[in-house]
């Protein structure tokens, strides 16, 4: 019988990446990684015919850009730049630096996944067990409404009331665990939009904010597309986090990602699982990469994020959630088929 390692590592590397013989799969790691769910992947990879490659690098001290002057870049950047598939299981990511962005933009066949210093727990639950034609279904014709949507409105009983515009100039994305092209994946379950520049306004109170502790209840105030206050329990230390960075586009939305993994339905305190909750949103901001926000993206030294469950989402007018319940009449019967056929 399948451990939870090896069965997410098999879906993953044959079902998700359909790996070929031959492949080289990289796989990034740092000092805060777990070790035997990447061994499990890197096994699973040589079980498909494919040769992995392993880095260990230091661990970071902080995330993205902010952590260059930790990695050895020019040595990484240059294997990357021959993989097939790159796997980023860093504790302090790579994602958005110098290295990601030469990989992505100068590897024309990557296929890259960021799973961090996901839990196999986690890893297990969002990655394994639903339906992927049916939740591919789903996502994309909720990414086709929000295309043709001019404002996006998220509310929630936690006090959450903020929108913002929409710009088709800017990338729409969906995850469903296809990966079998080259792509910037992430894991699956979540539609992702780029709001327009300068055009969020509201209050967002987040349920789990990343570098904040889990009980904390932070919220920000959004002005123009800015973060222009700081509020609630454990406000102080954030507000401390974001000025180390002296980096005003720290401030900034980066995008916006509507959770929709059939497995998730609660915080767990693991970011890459919480920001796919089912009915609920996460919000990026600080680094905007060029391919998401084109022609040059939003520059920062860094990027986090926060999560916010249970939310009521707007469509201009048109109602898609309920209090974290998909409640559109053309998306119901996709979300209850979804939900009926998973394996919990």
Known sequence: METKRERFSRILIEDMFQVQPGETIAITSDLGTDRATIDAMAQAAQNAGALPLVMYIPQAEKDSQAGMKDWPSEALTAALLKADVWIEANAVVLLYSDIWETAMRDNKKLRYLIIAESSID???????????????????????????????????????????????????????????????GTAPGFVNVVPKLDSMNGRIVFDYL?????????????????????????????????????DENMYKISHNMIGLNPKVHAITGELVEDERIWGGVDFGFGHTSAMDMPPFGQMAKSHFDGVVAKTSIYFDEIQITDNGEVCHEELRPLAESLLSATNV
């Open 122 to 184: 986690s890893l297990d639950r969002v990655f394994t067990g639903y339906e992927i034609p049916v939740l591919k279904k789903l996502l994309s014709k909720v990414t086709n409404m929000v295309k043709t949507a001019n404002t996006v409105r998220i509310t929630s009983e936690n006090g959450t009331d903020v929108s913002y515009d929409i710009d088709t100039n800017y990338t729409f994305d969906y995850d469903d665990g296809d990966f079998s092209m080259p792509k910037f």
């Open 210 to 246: 990343q570098h904040a502790k889990l009980t904390d209840k932070v919220s920000f105030v959004m002005k123009d597309g800015k973060i222009v206050d700081v509020k609630g329990e454990g406000a102080a230390q954030f507000k401390e986090y974001l000025t180390s960075f002296e």
